[in-house]
Structures are given as structure tokens and as C-alpha cells.
């Protein structure tokens, strides 16, 4: 029997699940490749900008900010315009502007959770629905005065199953997609907060060149 032929056995409920199964596909595809890119430009871009401050070219480090697509290009740009202030108002800023950039991190992984939880509750309705289909026949059939044979029901069970185990067949690996991309999320953030730290040293000098502070 072809996967077609099953996923028509399912009933209405295998609609959704589809659905689901596209999405979570897309999502996890999609986050990881970005946080692996995030991943890369973070250090890159750190190390780019600490030797343009290490130099007192603030200017210089502030369009390598600009111009870097991750989020610790932003944190640094924000960072940059309070060059030579005090360390506690530079900290300040940086977690603001850090806490905005980690919540971009997680775009769409919370519905990707989601599904982990819906996809078993919507085989579960698959499940019931073949149920009902089941009864039906045996009350109609009793109604008629007709013996139940299991072909009646076959389709029924065919649904209740089927649809049980394509929820299963999204949701567990939704799920385990879910914390692998949360766990690398963590690490993300942790080392942009490490990386934050960093910087606010960096920018809190007790003088900054007025000509590059001019540049801002």
C-alpha cells in the first residue's frame, strides 16, 4: 500500500497534519540555518570590532557594525554611540539592545513547540472520528437487522490508526527539533552576552579620540 493510499485512509483529520508536518519542516530548516549563520558572524564580527577599538578607530568600528547582518552587529552599534561613557551606562544600553536581539532568535520556535503538542492531539482526533465511523455502521446495521462483519468497520479502524501514528510521525521529531534549536539558542545567547561584556569594557575608555567621537 503506497504512503497516498494511507494518507487517504486517513480521513479529513490527515489535512492538518500535513499541514503541521510542512510547517515544522520549514521552521526547523529555516532557524537553523540562520542561527547557524548568527553563529559564524558573531565571532567573526567580535573580532573585527575589538581590533578597530584596540586601534581607537572608532569610526572604523562602527561601520563594521553597520554592515554585519547578525545581532551583535546591532548590540555594538548601539554600544558605539555611548563611546567613553561611563562602564554602567554602556552595560546598560548593551543588555537593552542584547534582550531585543535574543527575542529575534526565536522567531518561530515557539510554534514549532506548538505543533509538538498538536500534532499527537490531532491524530488523537483522527482517532475518535474513525471511532464514531465504526459505531455508525454497527448502529446502522442494527437498525437494518444485519450482522457486523469486520469489513464494515475496516475503514473506521483504518482511520483511528493511521491517523494516531502520522501525529506521532510529526510530533516527535517536531519535538526533539524543538530543543535542539532552543538548546543552540542558549548557547547563541550565552556567548553574546559573553561577547557584550567584552565590548563594554572596550567602549567604557576613560578618553576617546574626539576626532572619531566627531565621526558618530
Not at 146 to 151: M, Q, S
Not at 205 to 213: A, T
Request: include cysteine.
Amino acid at each position: 500500500m503506497s504512503l497516498f493510499e494511507l494518507f487517504e485512509r486517513g480521513g479529513p483529520v490527515m489535512w492538518p497534519i500535513l499541514a503541521c508536518s510542512i510547517i515544522a519542516v520549514s521552521i526547523a530548516v529555516e532557524r537553523w540555518r540562520e542561527l547557524t549563520r548568527v553563529e559564524r558572524e558573531t565571532d567573526r564580527t567580535f573580532e573585527e570590532i575589538r581590533k578597530a577599538l584596540a586601534g581607537r578607530q572608532v569610526a572604523q568600528a562602527r561601520r563594521l557594525a553597520q554592515n554585519s547582518p547578525g545581532p551583535l552587529g546591532r548590540i555594538a552599534e548601539a554600544g558605539l554611540r555611548w563611546y567613553g561613557r561611563p562602564r554602567q551606562e554602556i552595560r546598560e544600553v548593551l543588555e537593552e539592545t542584547g534582550s531585543q536581539q535574543s527575542a529575534g532568535l526565536e522567531r518561530y520556535v515557539p510554534l514549532l513547540g506548538t505543533i509538538a503538542h498538536l500534532a499527537p492531539l490531532l491524530g488523537l482526533l483522527g482517532t475518535v472520528t474513525g471511532l464514531i465511523r465504526c459505531f455508525q455502521v454497527i448502529q446502522e446495521n442494527a437498525t437494518l437487522a444485519r450482522p457486523v462483519n469486520p469489513g464494515d468497520l475496516a475503514g473506521g479502524i483504518w482511520e483511528a490508526l493511521i491517523t494516531t501514528v502520522f501525529g506521532l510521525c510529526v510530533a516527535i521529531p517536531s519535538y526533539a527539533l524543538y530543543n535542539y534549536l532552543v538548546h543552540k539558542i542558549q548557547n547563541i545567547v550565552h556567548n553574546l552576552e559573553a561577547k557584550a561584556t567584552r565590548l563594554t569594557a572596550l567602549l567604557s575608555v576613560e578618553e576617546s579620540p574626539v576626532e572619531e567621537v566627531g565621526a558618530l
